[in-house]
């Protein structure tokens, strides 16, 4: 079974500060994707990387893959209030299906 | 549609009622995936139905949930007996391929036993 571990669980940030949310994992993924979900509603893909050392820039979103393909970062500069909500990596593997991680809940300060 | 669509969006139910779950993917998109998620939790994998093929149902936890999918449209999720466990939003998602395309989700039905 492929398992995907995020860090930290939970953060809580001053508006303008940086960070970064990690997920690892002692499998190989093909690629591996980020989602962001806000309360009520189901998570929206915000990026996929494939290639190992791939680095992916989404305005203030920075994304990296292992060179190993088995773990991922997501890094916001500058966080905004905007930002907040609950993000997931998912990694698609040998099963048909993506394995999601269990989330950082990231809450953004005014 | 242009998304998703899940209904009910609420669900409440007595504790040994059987609740069925719908959800209409995108047109055009061939797999469909259901997960389960626990308040402030990651995607717990249910079932996962790819075109014809036989769907994968090695996520279901008990012989008391059940989908089905008819062609390569709606998608219903059943499950009987229900217990206080059972409780939980559940998400559905469409997706075009199997390859590395994202997952489109609907905005799930939040199940609750009492």
């Known amino acids: 079974t492929q398992l995907l571990e995020q860090s930290p669980q939970f953060l809580s940030i001053q508006e303008g500060e940086n960070l970064t949310v990690y997920c690892n994992s002692s499998?190989?993924?093909?690629?591996l994707q980020w989602y962001r979900q806000e309360p009520g509603e189901g998570p929206v893909l915000l990026v996929t990387?494939?290639?190992?050392?791939e680095v992916k820039k989404l305005k203030r979103l920075t994304f990296q893959f292992g060179d190993a393909r088995k773990d991922s970062s997501l890094h916001i500069t500058a966080a905004q209030p905007g930002d907040t909500g609950l993000y997931l990596c998912?990694?698609?593997?040998?099963?048909?299906?993506?394995?999601f991680g269990s989330g950082t809940q990231l809450t953004v300060l005014p | 549609g242009a998304g998703v669509s899940q209904s009910p969006s609420n669900k409440v139910t007595e504790k040994g009622k059987d609740v069925e779950l719908r959800c209409d993917p995108i047109?055009?998109?061939?797999?469909l995936y259901w997960y389960r998620q626990r308040l402030g939790q990651g995607l717990e994998f249910l079932i996962y139905?790819?075109?014809?093929?036989?769907?994968?149902k090695s996520g279901l936890p008990s012989d008391r949930f059940s989908a089905e999918r008819t062609g390569e449209s709606v998608s219903t999720l059943t499950i009987q007996r229900t217990q206080q466990e059972d409780s939980a939003v559940y998400l559905c998602?469409?997706?075009?391929?199997?390859?590395?395309?994202?997952?489109?989700f609907g905005s799930g039905t939040r199940l609750t036993v009492v």
């Open positions: 998602a469409s997706r075009l391929d199997r390859g590395s395309d994202g997952y489109t």
């Open positions: 047109s055009g998109h061939t797999a």
């Open positions: 499998s190989v993924f093909s690629s």
């Open positions: 990387v494939v290639t190992g050392g």
């Open positions: 139905f790819q075109g014809n093929s036989a769907p994968d």
């Open positions: 998912a990694g698609a593997g040998s099963a048909r299906q993506l394995t």
